[in-house]
């Protein structure tokens, strides 16, 4: 079966730290550039951050810009979002997805707004004292 699971999500108060962890099943994941995105209750899913197919290359929503950090091990087909100095207003359900770039020249860089070819099922994160 083709699909991303997400893990690490949880409560924590604010200013603590969680990593989540998005793994690959049935697929390999260093074919494909991989984006998280969270959505609030009663607010509209939005993107967090993306890394690219090849190189490494990253970006992030200002929201969380100096406190978060994408990353991914391609030998455990897995990406993981570092997530620091949380707050409350962090509090969503964290989505991670995956798509393949058309192009070699759109490997190297990521982009949010694209459609991705697989999701997750989402993990909750709860920043709360």
């Known amino acids: 079966q083709l699909q991303l699971v997400e893990s690490g999500g949880g409560l924590v108060q604010p200013g603590g730290s969680l990593r989540l962890s998005c793994t690959a099943s049935g697929f390999s994941l260093d074919n494909y550039a991989i984006g998280w995105f969270r959505q609030a209750p009663g607010k509209e899913r939005e993107g967090v951050s993306c890394?690219?197919?090849?190189?490494?290359?990253?970006y992030y929503a200002d929201s969380v810009k100096g406190r978060f950090t994408i990353s991914r091990d391609n030998a455990k087909n897995t990406g993981y979002l570092q997530m620091n100095s949380l707050k409350p207003e962090d509090t969503a359900v964290y989505y991670c997805a995956a798509y393949v770039p058309r192009t070699y020249y759109r490997g190297t860089y990521c982009q949010l707004e694209v459609p991705h070819d697989y999701w997750g099922q989402g993990t909750q994160v709860t920043i709360s004292s």
């Open positions: 890394i690219s197919r090849r190189y490494g290359n990253t």
